[in-house]
């Protein structure tokens, strides 16, 4: 199954996510499907880009949205 989940990237004490669609069975830093988006907790605000579009065409073919994500979603559209 496919979901749609963040993959953790950065320095120590630095970390800057990309959101990516992969395998559920596979490690999260393994190989990705597609990468639709980025969040960056660091700066202040957070930066938040996630496309929508891909993200309903993922969820359209059965892909999963993680909680995270989901929450992500929501902030960035408020």
């Known amino acids: ?14 970390p800057f996510y990309r959101v990516v669609v992969s395998d559920s069975r596979l490690a999260p830093t393994g190989a990705a499907v597609e990468e639709i988006g980025h969040y960056n907790p660091v700066v202040d605000p957070p ?7 891909r993200v309903d065409h993922w969820v359209a073919n059965g892909a999963q949205v993680s909680h995270t994500v989901k929450k992500l979603l929501a902030q960035q559209q408020s």
């Open 1 to 14: 199954m496919l979901k749609i989940r963040l993959r953790r990237m950065g320095a120590r004490h630095r």
């Open 47 to 53: 930066d938040i880009k996630i496309d929508g579009e």
